[in-house]
């Protein structure tokens, strides 16, 4: 089983944060490769709007670390074209919920070049932005819309869930000849856990069981895969063998891996920040149907967030968000 | 006004000829009473009439032959004379629930927004089983009951509106009867079955392991048969299988398909000089008792099962691209189901069993794979599959490799020819031996041995 995420008072003992192990692998980037830049909203002087990039303007100047104006469309298409132009640029949208102003050059420029002009130009930009809810920013601060750019074909959509994935993800990312998207959880930053010194790489075409299980497969991603391994512990007291299933790459999906595992176990929880109502929850639920109905034992449940913009109030933010207790109480619904 | 169709008899049944008209215009029919008698492929089966009410008018003639869903007769239902503002509104889900627990929906006080019955509302309402074959006409006249939910305008079934949008949908509230959902009222047949809620993975069970999904008590929400329920379920030992005849025929089908379009045959043939191994037969049946006595078949299927021991490389399945021997001979038995359809139990250990055993065994088999009541066990795969056609009158049977097995021994019927033997003529008991192998598994060369090897086992019949 790989790290667990959880945060800790006194990251001293060896410990790395999540936020520290994104900055780690910015830093072999820009170290390896020249042509690896960081570009967006105060990830210079101020060091990275959540602190990834702290000290990196230090260490590799302005040319590299190159704070931007606030504006998502111009600096994501300038991105788009120093990417088309042989660099390597590693872009940071602050939330996601911004990252629907420069829309237009994610989807209609980075995601289509490659299609619109016939295999000639490639688009290798990586675009990191914070999303997810948990930390009472308000509505316009905490949605999950990463299931929205799931959606696009001809982008990559990541969203790492462990201090491991984090460290390595990046890497991954930018040997990819087309635009990805990396999703980090806001409530993930500060989770701190030892990197494991045996994993070197990610897997970007494969998800990863989180833990494994017999009765009912937990399907989840990013900042919901702490929850769920937590309901699992939970539902474990109760002798019910959950099975939790990190998505990791949210596209192209690894249906194989998930559908692989509703075989075994026959019953099925989707766990997704997103709003339920066209989220990325149906689309696996869906596929889960598709791929292994003979094999259900009982209707999938999803535990998504409540159909609101994300409230500020913290028990009602707690309120609208999944939970592990929302994701026993499906567990127990589809096993009993 | 109420429609009687023709009836589905059958997966298979698209049409049917009605033979003759029990009942005339006028007459009173009653929920279950058999009304007219239809003539199917197969068989002349009665139909019951699923309203009560008033025979209006037949619509088809004796001997026409209609599609199903046809209308047959027209049936007036005393509940038509009711206005339909005066039924108490109500989902389909809940008529139906009323329905299968004879609650008169007209007696139900609606707790629901406008006076509506919910689920609830019936759950509750008691029933009463002296009035219960009246209440069906509450169902609605339109609505035959082996259509199942049918959704109308502005009405949605009750547990709709339970899923709300929050984190954590509350679930159905469970019924009180574990029961499954369907009615017990009627008698005999019905021209379909009313459905059982069962999860897919229940009903695959239920199909894999014979088991009648009605006989099963639903443990699940809304008493949903689960896998759990199927797997605990007595069934599968004592009765029959449902349908047997035409799921058999549907997976030999299937299976069949398969084979000839992935596995290259190629056909070897031998005859066998069965004089030997009758005169020892016969010599030992004179020992034993008469229910334990000997036919050829047994030292046949033996001598495959000792020449497939010999010959590893047939005894096997081909899976993954490639060959992977059995570690024991697993001899398949073919065995001709009543109605159409193949069963290939399997005999385990053929090779290590007597003669006498394997008779008993066999026996034993065949019987029980066609009353449909073979243990999981014996379907599993066999390692080689043998067919005997010898007691159908035919010399000689060339057949399809069932997958992933890789050969098949076919037996024909022993017959009395003139051989040479010794340079001599003479009349022997002969028997052709055919082997249908898969040509990526193995050679000509292979399967001859297999044939030759079975010969020269059938030549001492004491060591069998």
């Known amino acids: ?336 | 006004m109420a429609e009687f169709t023709m009836p589905s008899l059958g997966a298979d049944m698209d049409e049917g000829t009605l033979s003759q008209w029990l009942v005339h215009p006028g007459d009173q029919v009653a929920r279950g009473d058999v009304v007219a008698v239809v003539e199917t492929a197969k068989s002349a089966i009665e139909v019951e009439c699923f309203h009560s009410g008033t025979v209006d008018a037949l619509l088809v003639d004796e001997g026409v032959t209609v599609p199903v869903g046809t209308p047959l007769a027209r049936i007036g239902t005393s509940a038509e004379s009711r206005p339909t503002t005066d039924r108490p509104p109500s989902t389909p889900l809940v008529r139906r629930l009323a329905q299968d627990r004879h609650v008169d929906l007209a007696a139900v006080h609606g707790s629901g927004p406008g006076g509506r019955i919910t689920r609830a509302d019936v759950e509750h309402a008691e029933p009463e089983p002296a009035r219960a074959p009246e209440h069906d006409k509450t169902a609605g006249p339109s609505q035959p009951i082996h259509t199942g939910i049918r959704r109308q305008p502005g009405t949605e079934p009750a547990r709709r509106k339970r899923s709300g949008s929050g984190a954590e949908a509350k679930p159905a509230p469970p019924t009180r009867s574990t029961k499954p959902v369907r009615s017990d009222d009627s008698t005999g047949e019905r021209p379909a079955p009313p459905r059982v809620k069962s999860s897919p993975l229940a009903r695959r069970l239920a199909t894999e392991l014979g088991v009648d999904l009605a006989e099963v008590t639903g443990t699940g929400r809304g008493g949903t048969v689960r896998a759990e329920d199927v797997r605990s379920a007595p069934a599968a030992e004592g009765a029959p299988r449902p349908a047997v005849p035409d799921m058999a025929r549907a997976a030999t089908a299937r299976l069949m398909s398969r084979s000839k379009r992935e596995i290259p045959h190629f056909y070897l043939s031998t005859t066998v000089d069965m004089a030997a191994a009758l005169e020892w037969m016969h010599a030992r049946n004179r020992e034993l008792p008469l229910s334990a006595r000997l036919v050829p078949a047994a030292l046949l299927f033996k001598a495959v099962a000792l020449a497939a021991r010999q010959v590893p490389k047939l005894n096997g399945h081909w899976a993954d691209d490639g060959f992977v021997p059995a570690e024991e001979v697993r001899l398949g038995i073919a065995v001709s189901l009543r109605g159409g359809g193949l069963a290939a139990p399997s005999l385990a250990h053929a090779d290590t069993l007597s003669v006498v055993e394997v008779m008993a065994a066999l026996k034993d088999l065949v019987a029980r794979a066609r009353g449909g009541r073979l243990r999981a066990s014996e379907t599993a795969d066999p390692s080689l599959t043998v067919t005997n056609l010898g007691d159908q009158g035919v010399e000689a049977v060339f057949g399809v490799v069932y997958p992933p097995q890789v050969a098949l021994v076919g037996l024909g019927r022993i017959v009395e020819r003139p051989v040479a033997v010794n340079g001599l003529l003479g009349v022997r008991p002969m028997v052709t031996a055919t082997l249908s192998a898969d040509h990526r598994a193995a050679d000509g060369a292979t399967g001859a041995r297999l044939l030759t090897a079975m010969d020269r086992l059938l030549q001492q019949p004491e060591d069998l």
């Not at chain 1, 829309?103 to 619109?116: E, G, K, S």
């Open chain 1, 1 to 336: 089983m790989s790290t667990r995420t959880r945060p800790r008072a006194h990251p001293d003992d060896g410990s790395t944060t999540y936020r520290e192990a994104l900055r780690e692998a910015l830093r072999e980037a820009l170290t390896s490769d020249d042509r690896v830049f960081l570009m967006g909203e105060d990830v210079g002087r101020y060091g990275g709007c959540f602190g990834v990039s702290l000290g990196l303007l230090e260490e590799f100047g302005p040319e590299r670390i190159r704070d931007t104006p606030l504006s998502e469309s111009a600096f994501v298409g300038a991105g788009i074209g120093a990417a088309l132009a042989g660099l390597r640029p590693v872009v940071e949208i602050m939330t996601v919920n911004f990252s629907l102003l420069a829309l237009d050059q994610i989807l209609n420029n980075a995601a289509t070049l490659r299609h619109m002009s016939g295999g000639q130009l490639g688009v290798p930009l990586v675009i990191r932005m914070t999303t997810g809810a948990g930390r009472q920013l308000a509505a316009q601060h905490s949605h999950s819309l990463e299931g929205w750019y799931a959606h696009i074909p001809g982008l990559r959509v990541l969203a790492p869930a462990t201090i491991d994935d984090a460290r390595h993800v990046l890497s991954a990312a930018l040997v990819d000849p087309d635009p990805v998207l990396l999703f980090e959880h806001g409530s993930l930053y500060n989770a701190a856990g030892i990197l494991d010194p045996s994993v070197r790489s990610v897997d970007l075409d494969r998800a990863a069981v989180r833990r494994e299980g017999t009765d009912v497969t937990v399907v989840a991603y990013g900042g919901c895969v702490s929850k769920a391994l937590e309901a699992a512990e939970e539902l474990a007291g109760e002798g019910i063998s959950a099975e939790v299933v990190d998505l990791r790459t949210l596209r192209p999906l690894d249906d194989a891996t998930f559908v692989g595992s509703v075989r075994r176990t026959h019953r099925a929880v989707v766990v997704d920040e997103g709003w339920r109502s066209g989220s990325l929850s149906a689309e696996i639920e869906s596929r889960i149907c598709e791929q292994a109905f003979f094999e259900l034992d009982a209707p999938v449940e999803r535990v998504c967030s409540a159909e609101v913009p994300i409230p500020y109030a913290r028990r009602l933010e707690e309120a609208a968000l999944p939970q592990p207790a929302g994701i026993v109480a499906a567990a127990r619904r589809v096993v009993s």
